[in-house]
């Protein structure tokens, strides 16, 4: 039940990319069913995202940030291996520099989940 947001200057058929190496990494590394894609992809201009070049010893060229509202209770070790996913495949599939992929994780509960109709799913009555 992710939500993912892509933010960056890339081109949409570039985006549409990514946007599958995050799905399959989020399928290959947390275990979410292959079925459940939401996604937000947000093209800006290139001006219109700031990442500091240096910050943390990490050399960035183009930012790309990743945004993943999920269920919280992942361990770190699992989060690790969602981040090298994205990150090998935003390269592998986009060209993407993996130094410029930033993701960010915001966890929730099951509460906070209406996946239409105005019901919270997860949370039965």
Do not use: C
Not at 97 to 111: G, Q, W
């Amino acid at each position: 039940m992710p939500l993912v947001r892509i933010t960056g200057s890339h081109e949409p058929a570039t985006l549409r990319l990514i946007g599958d190496a995050v799905h399959d990494a989020l399928v290959a590394a947390v275990g979410i069913p292959p079925d459940d894609r939401f996604q937000i992809l947000d093209r800006v201009p290139e001006d219109a995202t700031v990442a500091d070049r240096n910050f943390l010893d990490v050399a960035r060229e183009r930012p790309l940030f990743v945004e993943i509202t999920l269920r919280a209770g992942r361990s770190v070790g699992v989060k690790r291996a969602l981040y090298r996913a994205v990150a090998d495949g935003a390269h592998a599939r986009a060209g993407v520099r993996p130094e410029d992929v930033t993701i960010v994780l915001h966890e929730n509960s099951t509460a906070d989940w209406s996946f239409g109709n105005g019901v919270a799913q997860y949370q039965p009555e």
